[in-house]
């Protein structure tokens, strides 16, 4: 096995930015898609199509043969979009072996089980008869940024110390400052339903409102995310950290954001369907809103920003109808 070898599964944005990243720092970088136009277009062009200024090294090995992109490596990567981290899981299964450590930087809650991403990924491997050590890395990475070399802070989870010093170490650099933490429950939620706060903060915006809107969406979308987060037993600081605040501030206030500009659609009078198509781009804040919602409900938590985009999509308020009817919930004590 290769120390210095990666392997990441997903060709998209955030794959190929960390892959560019990792192979500028002299890692020995791996990137593998289900889709063969997909790699053969990298191969011809060292671009990804969404980062059309980033020059790709030519160390970078592009396949769309799976066993070629696990084989050797010691870190497996999945960047695939979160609908896609189960299939995925279980075709990587029989490549993976003992002393691998996987990392997963996909976003999301599966809907039917609400299981979070590292526990589908263990589910799968288990099912394969495989037992790898599973990091979480998260926080406020934009891409586009990564890809332009700009200083980024992230936090890698897991409860495996070992495994996460080991991201840590391997992912560390001049451009990318590693934190390590062990809730990875309270990371993966966090990195889910922030990216329905930021669908709400784009609608904010694309209702023409300020800046004091977003602040205000932002800080009590982050408090139901808190709230939530405390009854499934998670670290409280986790909310206050990279993964948590961190991570809604820069998804709810970017020009980079998906989740945001999808928004800004809802706001235009787009349905969720339209605003999808338009952004062009997976929005992974659309496929949470129901594991959200569900794990709520479960909790008994009171989460009315979620809802309120649960609704938007649903057609059945309308954007100034949802902010009107969040201004005129009952009075109470903010804490």
């Known amino acids: ?37 997909e790699i053969a277009e990298l191969r011809a062009t060292r671009r990804q199509k969404n980062l059309p200024d980033t020059l790709l090294p ?66 799968e491997l288990c099912a394969a008869g495989k037992h790898l050590p599973i990091v979480a890395l998260s926080g406020p990475t934009h891409a586009e940024e990564v890809a332009r070399d700009l200083p980024t802070v992230i936090v890698a989870a897991s409860e495996d110390a070992f495994a996460a010093a080991a991201v840590q170490d391997f992912f560390m650099n001049t451009c990318l400052r590693v934190y390590t933490a062990a809730d990875v429950r309270g990371v993966e939620l966090c990195g889910a339903v922030k ?9 904010s ?52 954001s998906r989740n945001r500009r999808a928004g800004a659609l809802l706001a235009e009078g787009k349905t969720a369907d339209e605003a999808r198509r338009e952004v062009g781009m997976v929005v992974e804040g659309f496929h949470a809103v129901p594991a959200a919602v569900a794990l709520a409900e479960k909790y ?31 009075k109470k004590s903010e804490f």
């Open 1 to 37: 096995m290769d120390p210095n070898k990666i392997a990441i599964l997903g060709a998209g944005t955030w794959g190929v930015a960390l892959g560019y990243m990792l192979a500028k720092a002299g890692r020995a970088v791996s990137v593998w898609s289900a889709l063969p136009e």
């Open 58 to 123: 030519e160390s970078i090995v592009f396949t769309d043969v799976l066993s070629d992109a696990a084989a050797d490596a010691a870190f497996v990567l999945f960047a695939v979009p979160s609908v896609f981290v189960r299939a995925t899981a279980r075709r990587t299964a029989p490549y993976l072996c003992d002393g691998q450590v996987v990392v997963d930087v996909a976003k999301g809650i599966e809907s039917e089980t609400l299981l979070f991403l590292s526990e589908i990924i263990d589910e």
């Open 195 to 203: 990216n329905i706060v930021a669908i709400a903060a784009g609608v």
């Open 205 to 256: 915006a694309g209702l023409g409102f300020g800046d004091n809107t977003a602040a205000a969406l932002m800080t009590r979308g982050m408090a139901e995310i808190a709230r939530l987060g405390a009854a499934m037993g998670c670290a409280s600081e986790t909310f206050y950290g990279l993964a948590g605040i961190g991570d809604v501030i820069v998804t709810g206030m970017s020009v980079h």
């Open 300 to 330: 008994g938590v009171e989460m009315p920003i979620v809802f309120a985009v649960r609704d938007l999509m649903a057609g059945t308020v309308s954007p100034r109808g949802a902010v009107e009817r969040l201004m005129a919930r009952p």
